[in-house]
């Protein structure tokens, strides 16, 4: 499966250098948001991620959206 924009965007806020992190990081985050399209995101992510194997992760390009200096408005 592979991830949709949104989903990458998500999951670069987390730490990613373990695909067992950035999934344990996102179940804790889940029950916190309240944006429900937010939460789809966040839960489609993870099943995604939970399909994935370790060499799939660290093979996939993440790269957030936007320079660390830009703000989005």
Same mark, same amino acid.
């Given at each position: 499966?592979? @991830?949709?924009? =949104? *989903?990458?965007?998500? #999951?670069?806020?987390?730490?990613?250098?373990?695909? =067992?992190?950035?999934?344990?990081?996102?179940?804790?985050? #889940?029950?916190?948001? *309240? =944006?429900?399209?937010? %939460?789809? #995101? %966040?839960?489609? %992510?993870?099943?995604? @991620? @939970?399909?994935?194997? =370790?060499?799939?992760?660290?093979?996939?390009? @993440?790269?957030?959206?936007?320079?660390?200096?830009?703000?989005?408005?």
């Amino acid at each position: 499966m592979r @991830l949709t924009p =949104n *989903e990458r965007a998500l #999951i670069c806020i987390y730490d990613t250098s373990s695909r =067992n992190k950035v999934i344990s990081d996102i179940q804790k985050a #889940i029950p916190h948001i *309240e =944006n429900a399209e937010l %939460a789809k #995101i %966040a839960e489609s %992510a993870v099943i995604k @991620l @939970l399909c994935m194997t =370790n060499e799939e992760f660290a093979a996939t390009e @993440l790269i957030p959206p936007f320079g660390g200096d830009e703000v989005e408005k």
